[in-house]
């Protein structure tokens, strides 16, 4: 595995680890900032919105620029948001700099997959995507509670000034740690990877991705207030399982990582027939502790677990030029706006049940959307073809071994 995926993760931790840790000092925030608690909250609705919707834009601003400059660009962009963040003295700056911030994760992720893409081998690129993806996984494990407290300890400021730091690492790791590479052969021009969009089969995958995450997200948005109200547990006790639960999707994203690339289509449907299984447990017996857990660890080794697969299919039908993977990002984070809006909806109708039933309903739906790749699946294709012949199934250009030392995946 080349060294610099290692590297990309660690970017990837450090714009996950902004993302989540408005959620874990709302109260400090709200107090610092002369606010209230539910206008702090916007401020997560605001990133993710961002997230959606500027970052395909700043992706395809930057399309003119090799990947490696482009990833500094984007470290630059981050973090004059983080250090806007960590400075804000009133709401309004505070809003503009999670915006900023929003944007820039997002383009991150598109571009840093897509690199992912053009250093690899085509044999090993699922497990590339999923070595990179555990910067996700280690966001929501550490990168949320250490934030937090630092926070609780030092003020919601310094937690803001600690990623501050993990970025500029990470800029520096990329500086001497990423390979300068030009962009994919035949490729690099946004109408050649804008193309794929006209396909409907596209906006069906995408579409895959959107439910996947979205089952997982209508779940996972309130495990607190479902594990101590319905199930019992102290809130105390909470945190511990919250961990254990990030665990899980650790193991759970290495292992899809392993299989997503033979496997694609029968990994998504295995994985959305067990979260369909594990939240309708979950719904069932919310109130035996026990199978709580265990439902509870089940949707955290097939829920969002299931990155590198999406991933990997999303390519094949289209290209994994950046533009394409930072569309994706959006979809993902959309599933994450739909399953938790959605479910804070159902919960005041249905209770706290409620978004688990909405979450097995929605990965029962995500199935029937990967069901007719299943049935008519196409032999792996036997490498990347170029961004410019944009096949249904194949995958994307990559630089020649001669000039990389390795293929692109």
């Given at each position: 595995?080349?060294?610099?995926?290692?590297?990309?993760?660690?970017?990837?931790?450090?714009?996950?680890?902004?993302?989540?840790?408005?959620?874990?000092?709302?109260?400090?925030?709200?107090?610092?900032?002369?606010?209230?608690?539910?206008?702090?909250?916007?401020?997560?609705?605001?990133?993710?919105?961002?997230?959606?919707?500027?970052?395909?834009?700043?992706?395809?601003?930057?399309?003119?620029?090799?990947?490696?400059?482009?990833?500094?660009?984007?470290?630059?962009?981050?973090?004059?948001?983080?250090?806007?963040?960590?400075?804000?003295?009133?709401?309004?700056?505070?809003?503009?700099?999670?915006?900023?911030?929003?944007?820039?994760?997002?383009?991150?992720?598109?571009?840093?997959?897509?690199?992912?893409?053009?250093?690899?081998?085509?044999?090993?690129?699922?497990?590339?995507?999923?070595?990179?993806?555990n910067?996700?996984?280690?966001?929501?494990?550490?990168?949320?509670?250490?934030?937090?407290?630092?926070?609780?300890?030092?003020?919601?400021?310094a937690?803001?000034?600690?990623?501050?730091?993990?970025?500029?690492?990470?800029?520096?790791?990329?500086?001497?740690?990423?390979?300068?590479?030009e962009?994919?052969?035949?490729?690099?021009?946004?109408?050649?990877?804008?193309?794929?969009?006209?396909k409907?089969?596209?906006?069906?995958?995408?579409?895959?991705?959107?439910?996947?995450?979205?089952?997982?997200?209508?779940?996972?948005?309130?495990?607190?207030?479902?594990?101590?109200?319905?199930?019992?547990?102290?809130?105390?006790?909470?945190?511990?399982?919250?961990?254990?639960?990030?665990?899980?999707?650790?193991?759970?994203?290495?292992?899809?990582?392993?299989?997503?690339?033979?496997?694609?289509?029968?990994?998504?449907?295995?994985?959305?027939?067990?979260?369909?299984?594990?939240?309708?447990?979950?719904?069932?017996?919310?109130?035996?502790?026990?199978?709580?857990?265990?439902?509870?660890?089940?949707?955290?080794?097939?829920?969002?677990?299931?990155?590198?697969?999406?991933?990997?299919?999303?390519?094949?039908?289209?290209?994994?030029?950046p533009?394409?993977?930072?569309?994706?990002?959006?979809?993902?984070?959309?599933?994450?706006?739909?399953?938790?809006?959605?479910?804070?909806?159902?919960?005041?109708?249905?209770?706290?049940?409620?978004p688990l039933?909405?979450?097995?309903?929605?990965a029962?739906?995500?199935?029937?959307?990967?069901?007719?790749?299943?049935?008519?699946?196409?032999?792996?294709?036997?490498?990347?073809?170029?961004?410019?012949?944009?096949?249904?199934?194949?995958?994307?250009?990559h630089?020649?071994?001669?000039?990389?030392?390795?293929?692109?995946?």
């Amino acid at each position: 595995m080349p060294r610099a995926v290692y590297v990309l993760a660690l970017g990837i931790f450090a714009m996950v680890t902004s993302e989540f840790v408005v959620a874990g000092l709302m109260p400090q925030m709200a107090e610092g900032l002369n606010t209230t608690v539910s206008r702090i909250g916007y401020l997560i609705t605001a990133f993710a919105v961002a997230m959606a919707a500027g970052g395909p834009f700043l992706t395809a601003a930057l399309m003119r620029f090799p990947p490696r400059t482009a990833l500094m660009v984007l470290f630059t962009v981050f973090l004059t948001g983080n250090v806007l963040a960590a400075t804000a003295t009133g709401y309004g700056t505070m809003m503009a700099a999670r915006i900023i911030t929003g944007i820039a994760s997002q383009a991150f992720f598109g571009v840093g997959i897509s690199m992912c893409a053009q250093i690899t081998r085509p044999e090993i690129r699922g497990r590339a995507i999923a070595v990179a993806m555990n910067g996700l996984m280690l966001g929501t494990l550490l990168g949320l509670p250490v934030s937090t407290l630092v926070g609780e300890r030092f003020g919601w400021r310094a937690a803001f000034w600690t990623i501050t730091l993990i970025t500029v690492i990470a800029a520096v790791a990329t500086l001497f740690g990423v390979p300068r590479i030009e962009r994919a052969e035949g490729g690099g021009g946004f109408r050649q990877e804008a193309g794929v969009f006209r396909k409907p089969r596209m906006w069906l995958v995408l579409s895959s991705s959107t439910l996947i995450i979205g089952a997982t997200f209508s779940a996972f948005s309130y495990f607190n207030p479902v594990l101590t109200d319905v199930t019992g547990f102290s809130t105390g006790t909470v945190p511990l399982l919250l961990v254990a639960y990030g665990a899980a999707t650790v193991i759970g994203n290495n292992v899809v990582g392993r299989f997503a690339d033979g496997h694609t289509v029968p990994v998504l449907a295995v994985g959305l027939a067990l979260n369909t299984v594990f939240l309708t447990g979950f719904a069932l017996l919310t109130d035996v502790p026990a199978a709580a857990v265990i439902c509870m660890m089940g949707i955290g080794l097939a829920g969002v677990t299931m990155n590198p697969a999406m991933v990997t299919r999303v390519q094949r039908t289209g290209n994994a030029g950046p533009l394409v993977n930072t569309v994706h990002s959006s979809f993902i984070t959309l599933g994450i706006i739909l399953g938790s809006s959605i479910g804070a909806v159902v919960i005041e109708t249905w209770g706290l049940r409620a978004p688990l039933w909405l979450g097995a309903v929605l990965a029962l739906v995500g199935l029937a959307t990967v069901l007719p790749d299943l049935a008519h699946r196409p032999a792996p294709a036997a490498g990347p073809a170029p961004l410019s012949a944009l096949p249904d199934e194949g995958t994307s250009a990559h630089p020649s071994s001669s000039r990389q030392g390795s293929g692109s995946s």
